[in-house]
């Protein structure tokens, strides 16, 4: 059975950083791809980030440039580094493990305030 445990949100001001981990227990983690997605109130799940088992990456056009999706495989680990936060980047943070079927994470939150 495969768990995720998310970690690291917060509250933080405008221009801020935060740092989110996803650690995961499975027993295949390296060739999974790992996504972090979020949900602000009111509003559909959206994806911000993707990392292949290989290392590619992909991110929604409104966090490039300041979040970074990063995985250790031998800590079977993925973490999203977020940074120059605005407002609109509030919500719960829900770490995903799969590439063809999926298991979530229970999700953080994270507050911007302005």
């Known amino acids: 059975q495969v768990q995720l445990v998310e970690s690291g949100g917060g509250v933080v001001q405008t221009g801020g950083s935060l740092r989110l981990s996803c650690v995961v227990s499975?027993?295949?983690?390296?060739?999974?791809?790992m996504a972090w997605f979020r949900q602000a109130p009111g509003k559909q799940r959206e994806m911000v980030a993707t990392?292949?088992?290989?290392?590619?990456?992909d991110y929604t056009e409104s966090v490039k440039g300041r979040f970074t999706i990063s995985r250790v495989n031998a800590k079977s680990t993925v973490t999203l580094q977020m940074n120059s936060l605005k407002p609109e980047d509030t919500g719960v943070y829900y770490c995903?493990?799969?590439?063809?079927?999926?298991?979530w994470g229970q999700g953080t939150q994270v507050t911007v305030s302005s």
């Open positions: 995903r493990y799969g590439t063809y079927t999926y298991t």
């Open positions: 499975a027993r295949i983690f390296s060739v999974n791809t």
């Open positions: 990392i292949t088992g290989g290392g590619t990456t």
